[in-house]
């Protein structure tokens, strides 16, 4: 009942946009060159900012590689929240792979085999106003939560299909990972509701993807112990106990003895990797011994465990470290929601926790390249993080279930994917609240191939709603398994069988 609450508060944001007047083509906005790449890009780039309301939003368009009058145009969301999006043009489904010969040195760009824009028009969006390089001249407008950055994205792309008219007719997406589970279905909802108010320009809105994506409040807190139990992280004498002491909805629980049996969890666990278990977990040099279990003095819950950066790695490859024995991510309380960096700080960190992305940061932070790609100088948008504490961001949309239930009962299609060796959000979770929405199964649990082998399984329900797992990925699906990645999203897209 509380997220229907929110989700009328979408709808009348909705109607204040319908006033929106037509903007002229943008000017310049065609991406020309990138410093790092020498060779012919495959499709057009264009990139720019659009001004809402004081705040101005950049993004960055790759369109497709195929037919770009008809392929869908899919918009992508990294979460967060206060994540850049150009965490997935760099690291993820881009259209570049991007090398690093010696520490501290430019990369290389070459072309990527599983970008994304072989199949669709991909737009990278920073979001909100304060990540990436989207900024604001009016330090308060930092100040924001899950309805104000869907209202602000549901006026940027307004605004931006109005410059872009030529995309308007093309099936359009909405899509992103980790904290977009909730950036996604609330945007959605609001387009969803602006087509049904007569929103000019109409979207052609068709459906939205959520990749390990944080939802629900109890489906995210209940879902690391099945997990760390079916991965054999713990044994069955811990997970019996936890159930014992907790019951199966033990992510409120205020029982000590409950408390008790979910540190066993936490120490069994500590050192993993949480974005992904089968990944090596690096760690702070200055931690001795690789501890990982000792609990900074905070004001952060006691579950928060030491974050680090490793100095020691491959050059050019971005690694994940161990950053909590609790999952980082999710679950997410209402009200604010600490940042990364913050959170780093608070544990005496020097990084954004669990990333090291000095490819990115390099690249992005070079005057040529943000020149090239029409971003503001560092002096008036600030300097690219990948993930920023520069705004301050309250979780205030509740569940989103109730919005996945509405946007699937009026016809749009949902595909809910999971790399399975997440910790950070477990697929236990999204399995678990795909299935209570109590649809009935159109297909049921089976495996799904890519390049003849088997690479995930999934379960398909009635009103076009699919989860889907993909074996041996982590948390941003894409980075870890991009030919699959590519496989499923290109069938999903042109309405195929997975």
Known sequence: MAGMTKISILCITCCLLMTMTTEAAPQGSLVTQLPGFNGTFPSNHYSGYVSIGGKHLFYYLVVSEGNPAEDPVVLWLNGGPGCSSFDGFVYEHGPFN??????????????????????????????????????????????????????????????????????????????????????????????????????????????????????????????????????????????????????????????????????????????????????????????????????????????????????????????????????????????????????????????????????????????AVREAIHAKPASVSGPWELCTDRIRYYHDAGSMIPYHQNLTAKGYKALIFSGDHDMCVPYTGSQAWTRSLGYKIVDQWRSWQSNDQVAGYLQAYENNLTFLTVKGAGHTVPEYKPQEALDFYSRWLAGKPI
Request: one cysteine or more; aromatic letters at 12%; charged letters at 15%.
């Open 98 to 367: 991007f090398e690093q010969k010696s520490k501290g040195a430019m990369p290389t760009l070459h072309l990527n085999p599983y970008s994304w824009s072989k199949v669709s028009n991909i737009l990278y969006l920073d979001s909100p106003a304060g990540v990436g390089f989207s900024y604001s001249e009016d330090p308060s407008q930092y100040v924001t939560g899950d309805l104000q950055t869907a209202s602000d994205t549901h006026a940027f792309l307004l605004s931006w299909f109005q410059q872009y008219p030529e995309f308007l007719s093309n099936p359009f997406y909405i899509s992103g990972e980790s904290y977009a589970g909730v950036y996604v279905p609330t945007l959605s909802f609001q387009v969803a509701t602006g087509i049904q108010n007569g929103t000019k320009p109409l979207l052609n809105l068709k459906g939205y993807m959520v990749g390990n994506g944080v939802t629900d409040r109890k489906f995210d807190g209940n879902a690391l112990v099945p997990f760390a139990h079916g991965m054999a992280l713990i044994s069955d004498q811990i997970y019996e106990g936890v159930i014992e002491a907790c019951g199966i909805n033990y992510s409120n629980s205020t029982s000590p003895k409950c408390d008790e049996k979910l540190q066993l969890v936490g120490q069994a666990i500590a050192g993993l990797n949480i974005y992904d278990v089968l990944e090596p977990c690096y760690h702070d040099p200055g931690t001795k011994s690789g501890n990982t279990t000792s609990t900074k003095n905070s004001n952060l819950p006691s579950s928060f465990q030491q974050l680090g950066k490793s100095s020691e790695k491959p050059l050019g490859v971005r690694k994940r470290m161990f950053g909590r024995a609790w999952p980082f991510q999710a679950p997410v309380e209402d009200g604010f929601v600490p940042l990364w960096p913050q959170l780093a700080a608070q544990s005496n960190s020097r990084d954004v926790p669990c990333f090291d992305d000095e490819v990115a940061t390099k690249w992005l932070n070079d005057p």
